[in-house]
């Protein structure tokens, strides 16, 4: 009876089990268990997968339930990397291995159906540290390199750039940040872009910039990069960003020069811009708007608060108390437009700026001015037509410039621009509309032409009689003006016009002095300021010229006492015949291959020695790691030394061993490269993140950023091979050996792994090996 009431109980006990498996089977739900969203990319899979297998391993987490965790973890992970399993689970519910039992399937659908409706997203929790559920400010101004490259480059020309390199686990960029945010709100107001670079997901952005830590903060303008290395705070950077701007951009006027400086705009055809301000310094704004506006306006600023201004400021009837902006063109006694208004918006200044950019009468100098001015016809109602004034070059200003000045001042329209250009300067341009030059012997003549195509072809119509700014000149072009509006069928005359010279361009040497300048501040200012590796290849070009230098000097004070030395005594050649004859004899190939010391030269590779052993190589050397713990150190160094040791004779191979228990990460993303050297282990593997690289031999070559892969033997399955009767103790020493870097093998089956290491160095030597490229060598931390 007993016996009966207990198999009863057994029954009912492996029933409740399987009614429990059921259930958990029926509430697995991979995204849940990775904590993904159902539409997360595998980047972010894998990258939630790695965290919780990392947290969850049994090895390193003592949580009686970690187990189970794990393999649900695997399981998960195991779905959502398979596109296949994972598209049968979000349609069926089953991830495909039991495709045979629909209604099985149709019930776990309806209960995933179910379960769906209380399932919480993942932003529902919020950890800081993530960049992707930090504050929206930084997505706003992400940058990729292709948006670098296209539109941030070429439009630090017309304003500066300030960019913040972060990446995710970054303590220093969550301390910094709302500094950061403040920053951002003031200078982007005041026109600076903004850019935010995450080094994680633009490796390559964030290498092009030179940045190699996080954060980091620099400044692009001119297509030229800056770093920040002072303390974060507001003032310093709003600092490093008045430094990134050209010191000459605003001068400053007094009473002494502000004739002469409104007077230049004869010399660079340009506008002349005064603000007058009590500030003692510039204002940043006004540096801001000068450096976009630099190739079309001049700009100078007047400290009406200091001595020596009361004469300027009482001759444009200036209010010293509110901050005002004056704009001259032809005219220096009297201003073309003014705006004065306390707490100038940039947006304000810009539409005042953009409507005065031009001269009344500006001179074509380039093509550039050509199309700005003149602009091409794109349909009947938005014709542009252009008076031209052909005149000769003169040190003043004539009466028909002046004419011709006044007639344009008395006639503004939006639809004519009046222009003038120096017929001695441009003289096919002006053979082209004045064709009879018997005509207009250094005469000026006045032209009136529509573009029509920007290759050049223009219909126009010239004064038959030369401009000399008479007031029955101005009738003439008054009246074709107002017939023109009428009847556009005017502009009887078509040509094809050449381009136009740029005048204002310097010549080949002094663009080569600019040149030169330029690149010798930049390297002034890298040496004290900017990072050292930006120097490194400065620096290694200097102290390679000085290095050839001196080494000649020494080879040419050497060169006879060499001679001497490679003259032997007849009796000594003899000897060395004789001798000859019993040593064997070496190619030039193998010649390289003869040991010259008698001992293997093997260091480690750190963090110290990573740039001049790997990154900074030199072309055609390739530096033999032997990837090893600190329990196989001695044993593998000792096998390593005797396999390559033959190899030391060449001086391009180099030796050095890489620690596994520091540097796993950098093994691990090097291998990723690799085809199928590093693949995802089985799930149910307990010990698999911490698989045994022990006994990898890695030829690296830093120049051509490539490696090739050396695969231990395994001494173990050696073992296997002996005997069935052992099995059950290989595979065990197996598992063990996965889960901890042969700690458990002995001295033999470690050097074992290496067994194979000089027939994998011969093929090295012959190039016959695979090789695993990488766009760049990852940091050695």
Not at 43 to 71: S, V
Request: charged share 25%.
């Amino acid at each position: 009876m007993e016996v009966k009431k207990l198999s009863i109980s057994w029954q009912f006990l492996i029933v409740l089990v399987l009614v429990l498996q059921i259930l958990s089977a029926l509430d697995f739900d991979p995204y849940r268990v990775l904590g993904v969203s159902r539409t997360a990319s595998q980047a972010d899979i894998k990258k939630a997968y790695k965290k919780l297998a990392r947290e969850w391993h049994p090895d390193k987490n003592k949580d009686p339930g970690a187990e189970d965790k794990f393999i649900q973890i695997s399981k998960a992970y195991e779905i959502l990397s398979n596109e296949e399993k994972r598209s049968n689970y979000d349609h069926y519910g089953d991830a495909g291995e039991n495709q045979g039992y629909q209604k099985q399937q149709q019930r776990e659908y309806r209960f995933r159906h179910f379960h769906e409706n209380f399932y919480f997203d993942e932003s529902f929790f919020h950890f800081p540290f993530n960049s992707e559920r930090r504050d929206s400010i930084d997505e706003k101004y992400l940058l990729h390199f292709s948006h670098y490259v296209n539109e941030v480059v070429p439009d630090s020309f017309k304003k500066p750039y300030l960019i913040k390199i972060t990446s995710d686990w970054c303590f220093s960029c969550i301390h910094i940040e709302p500094v950061w945010k403040e920053v951002v709100q003031e200078l982007e107001g005041l026109g600076v872009g903004i850019g935010v670079v995450h080094a994680g997901y633009e490796r390559r952005l964030a290498h092009h910039l030179g940045a190699h830590s996080t954060p980091s903060i620099l400044g692009i303008i001119n297509g030229k990069i800056s770093f920040f290395h002072n303390a974060v705070v507001r003032e310093n950077l709003r600092q490093f960003v008045e430094s990134l701007l050209p010191g000459n951009l605003v001068e400053k006027v007094t009473n002494k020069n502000y004739v002469r400086f409104l007077s230049g705009w004869q010399q660079d055809n340009k506008p002349h811009v005064l603000l007058f301000d009590q500030m003692p310094v510039v204002p940043l704004l006004y540096k801001l708007t000068a450096f976009a506006y630099k190739d079309y306006l001049s700009f100078g600023y007047v400290h009406v608060g200091l001595r020596g201004a009361e004469e300027i400021t009482r001759q444009y009837n200036v209010n010293v108390y509110t901050p005002t902006i004056l704009v001259f063109k032809e005219h220096i006694n009297k201003p073309a437009d003014v705006i004065q208004a306390r707490g100038m918006k940039k947006q304000v200044i810009d539409d005042f700026i953009t409507q005065n950019k031009y001269l009344l009468v500006a001179r074509l100098t380039s093509q550039k001015s050509f199309h700005e001015l003149c602009p091409v016809k794109r349909s009947h109602r938005q014709r542009k037509y252009c008076v031209v004034l052909l005149t000769p070059e003169a040190t003043k200003l004539g009466k028909p410039f002046e004419a011709f000045l006044s007639f344009a001042l008395a006639n503004t329209q939006d639809t004519v621009r009046f222009v003038h250009i120096y017929s001695n300067r441009q003289q096919e341009f002006a053979t082209t509309l004045v064709p009879d030059s018997d005509t207009f012997p250094g005469r000026s003549a006045v032209s009136i032409l529509e573009r029509r195509t920007t290759g050049g072809r223009v219909v126009y119509k010239t004064l038959e009689a030369p401009w000399t700014g008479s007031e029955s000149d101005k009738f003439t072009l008054l009246g074709y003006l107002d017939q023109l509006r009428r009847d556009p069928a005017l502009l009887s005359s078509e040509a094809v016009l050449p381009d136009l010279t740029d005048e204002l361009a310097p010549i080949f040497l002094l663009r080569w002095l600019y040149s030169a300048s330029d690149y010798i501040s930049d390297c002034w200012d890298s040496i004290f300021h900017n990072n050292w590796r930006e120097m490194m290849p400065l620096l290694s070009l200097v102290f390679s010229a000085l290095f050839i230098l001196f080494g000649t000097v020494i080879v040419q004070a050497f060169s006879d006492s060499n001679d001497e030395r490679e003259s032997n005594p007849p009796d000594k050649e003899e000897v060395h015949e004789k001798a000859g004859k019993t040593e064997p004899s070496f190619t030039k190939e193998n010649s390289s291959k003869i040991p010259k010391k008698g001992f293997v030269e093997v260091t480690e590779l750190t963090d110290v020695t990573y740039t001049s052993n790997l990154v900074r190589l030199r072309p055609g050397h390739m530096n033999v790691v032997l990837i090893l713990s600190d329990p196989t150190k001695t044993s593998l160094l000792q096998k390593f030394a005797l396999e390559v040791y033959t190899f030391t004779g060449s001086s391009c191979l180099h030796f050095s061993f890489l620690s596994l228990d520091k540097h796993r990460e950098w093994l691990e993303y090097l291998l990723e490269f690799a085809q199928d050297a590093a693949p995802i282990p089985n799930q149910y593997d307990k010990h698999f993140m911490e698989r045994d690289y022990t006994g990898y031999v890695l030829a690296l070559n830093g120049h051509k950023k490539y490696f090739c892969l050396f695969k231990p033997q395994k001494a173990v399955e050696e073992e296997e091979a002996m005997g069935s009767g052992g099995a059950l103790d290989s595979s065990l020493h197996l598992g063990e050996s996965r889960g901890k870097p042969s700690c458990g093998l002995g001295p033999r089956p470690v050097k074992g792994k290496l067994s194979k290491l000089s027939l994998w160095m011969e093929r090295l030597l012959e190039g016959s090996l695979q090789r695993f490229y990488i766009p760049s060598w990852p940091e050695l931390d």
